[in-house]
């Protein structure tokens, strides 16, 4: 995106948070300084993950305020590249070296669903993976088509899609980090043992 111009829009409100903040919990919260390295690796990087959607975040409620120019598209690619980059490969290593292992256990014990296709918690984590892949993708996509389209009425209604479309993104990404901090990573503390947790690191730092 490299068209340079304003837009007249309402002044920015904030964005609502999300609403899945509560969901049932498997166990008690850990504390970071508790976990196996390992999660805590996990965790810093979500960190950094939030750091950056705050970052994006921030950047939308500017295009919705009428600010388009040469530094929001500078945010933009910014954002899109550290997604392909980072995120992405953070969530390869969840579905490939952690994910396994936990929704195994939760078979074995019983945490799915009752239907016919033991749908446990990972499933849905890994859904959301690929939801949010898509979603990024759309909004790189619906940027870039914004950037380009000549007649006016077109752009505005794309760029309105836009940023719904980075709405529905950034607070899906912000219930999944939650999510695996409070859930995910507190499960694999109490239900994986730390030779097996010792051997998910080190498969890690081997790939």
């Known amino acids: 995106m490299n068209a340079e111009m304003n837009i007249t829009r309402d002044e920015a409100s904030p964005f609502s948070p999300p609403e899945a903040y509560n969901p ?10 508790s976990m196996h390295n390992f999660l805590q690796v996990l965790r810093d990087e979500h960190d950094e993950f939030s750091e950056k959607v705050s ?4 950047t939308i409620i500017q295009i919705e305020g009428g600010k388009i120019d040469r530094e929001i598209d ?3 690619r910014t954002f899109f590249e550290y997604f392909d980059e980072e995120i992405r490969v953070h969530n390869l290593k969840e579905e490939k070296e952690l994910f396994p292992i936990i929704s195994k256990k939760m078979n074995e014990e019983g945490s799915h669903s009752k239907g016919k296709e033991n749908f446990n918690a990972i499933d849905v984590l890994e859904d959301e993976h690929s939801q949010f892949i898509q979603l990024a993708a759309v909004v790189f ?3 870039a088509l914004f950037s380009r389209i000549p007649d006016e009425t077109s752009r505005m209604i794309i760029l309105d899609t836009t940023i719904s479309k980075s709405k529905e993104l950034i607070e899906l990404l912000k219930v999944h980090i939650y999510r695996e901090n409070t859930i995910i990573f507190t499960y694999a503390h109490n239900n994986l043992t730390k030779e097996e947790l010792d051997y998910i690191q080190t498969m890690s730092k081997e790939a």
């Open 24 to 33: 049932p919990k498997i166990d008690e919260e850990i504390p970071y300084e």
């Open 55 to 58: 970052d994006f975040e921030e």
């Open 74 to 76: 500078k945010q933009l």
């Open 141 to 143: 996509n619906f940027f």
